[in-house]
């Protein structure tokens, strides 16, 4: 009788044993089946990510070569032809993408990164109509937006599709990219705030004196009798003086360049000469003077050069010249053999005293939208309108990054 129990009993541990061992062998083949989903998974996630990677190395060179002055550049020479379009990459890839090498409007450069799996087609953004889109301040009053309206105060839009693979993975990125517009300036002198022009010996000239279109001498976003004459100053332009103007905003545009200054000062209520360091005697530029106080001088140099006043001011006096963009949150006077080459721009008032001459070649933009404060241009000043000196400032810098997304590969 014990026997048979014992033999039941060991008959139904082997059967009980039989059925864990194939349950342990059901969650080892799932733990196996797992580990190698999950292994195939981490795969394909990193090999997507080195895509992605690859993709974004592709706009970045597109960025790089499309950039005025950059090395193995690619130049767009039909700015306004909706056909014309570069690729980066083989000449295979490349066609994949649509390129003809028997198209005189289509350009192809290998990588210079061969050994990163992208290609990249660059070509004129446009509208939903067909038209060519181009990024620039066409109506002067400070902000960059898009436009139909090419020229020179506008740079193209381009639709940079970079797709990058890597071992069987695929990314593509599409991203809008354009050049830096110049500031679109109104005048040789724009304010907006009541203003007063003092001396005989003061000159404020809209008339481009480097070729260009003509602008006026004075342009205030305020009514007329706003700007007031102490001295007969010779103000001239086309036309001399414009009121009602389009009210500029300084403030946006100093926001769009100060990130790239490469001279970057807080202060508060300070005086800086030409030896102060930090400050002028960093070394801003000299400009070579023209033939006379009224021509406009010359400068190969251009810096950003950025004073954070705090809502107060800085004075700039004793010789203080520089080449570039002048950018100032708050006030700003100039005083004493006060020399520039380019476009000065303002948050708040413009004070040029008297003592010295003082010549701005280019333009100068004064928001006084802070304290509405008024403007005082003294004697012994000449500020001169140049297009070139305001336009070059921006030609080399590099490619703005207009939007961005990241569209999954066929």
Request: glycine content about 12%; overall charge neutral.
């Amino acid at each position: 009788m014990k026997s048979d129990i014992l033999s039941r009993q060991n008959g139904f541990v082997l059967v009980v044993s039989l059925l864990m061992l194939m349950v342990l062998i059901v969650i080892a083949s799932i733990a196996v089946m797992m580990t190698s989903m999950d292994l195939k998974m981490t795969g394909h996630f990193k090999a997507s990510k080195k895509a992605f990677y690859a993709a974004e190395a592709g706009v970045e060179e597109a960025r790089a070569r499309m950039r005025l002055g950059a090395a193995n550049p690619i130049t767009d020479n039909h700015p306004t032809q909706t056909a014309w379009s570069a690729y980066i990459g083989s000449e295979g890839k490349a066609q994949q993408k649509g390129y003809n090498s028997s198209n005189a409007m289509h350009v192809r450069v290998p990588s210079n990164q061969a050994g990163i799996g992208y290609v990249v087609k660059i070509a004129h953004q446009m509208d939903s109509a067909g038209n060519i889109l181009y990024w620039g301040d066409t109506n002067k009053d400070g902000v960059n937006e898009r436009t139909t309206t090419s020229g020179s105060a506008v740079r193209n839009i381009y639709l940079v599709t970079s797709e990058g693979t890597y071992a069987g993975s695929s990314r593509i990125i599409e991203a809008e990219i354009a050049g830096m517009p110049p500031v679109n300036v109104p005048a040789a002198l724009y304010v907006n705030a009541p203003t007063t022009v003092k001396g005989a010996s003061t000159h404020i000239i809209g008339t481009d004196a480097c070729g260009g279109t003509d602008l006026p001498g004075i342009v205030s976003s305020k009514s007329f009798g706003t700007i007031t004459f102490d001295g007969n100053p010779a103000i001239t332009g086309a036309p001399d003086i414009t009121y009602n103007g389009t009210v500029m905003n300084v403030p946006s545009l100093i926001e769009t360049y100060k990130s790239m200054a490469n001279f970057t000062y807080v202060v508060s209520s300070a005086t800086h000469t030409a030896s102060t360091i930090p400050g002028p005697g960093q070394g801003w530029g000299t400009p070579t003077a023209g033939a006379t106080q009224q021509s406009p001088s010359s400068c190969s140099v251009h810096n950003i050069v950025y004073y954070n006043t705090g809502g107060t001011e800085i004075q700039l006096s004793g010789g203080v010249s520089g080449c570039g963009m002048l950018l100032v949150e708050g006030n700003l006077k100039m005083s004493g053999g006060f020399s520039w080459y380019g476009p000065i721009m303002t948050t708040g008032s413009v004070a040029i005293l008297g003592g010295g001459n003082k010549n701005i070649t280019g333009a100068v933009l004064s928001g006084s939208s802070a304290t509405n404060a008024e403007d005082a241009i003294g004697g012994n000043t000449d500020i001169v309108y140049c297009s070139s000196a305001v336009q070059d400032q921006t030609g080399s810098m590099p490619m703005q990054i207009l939007s961005w997304k990241d569209n999954a590969a066929p």
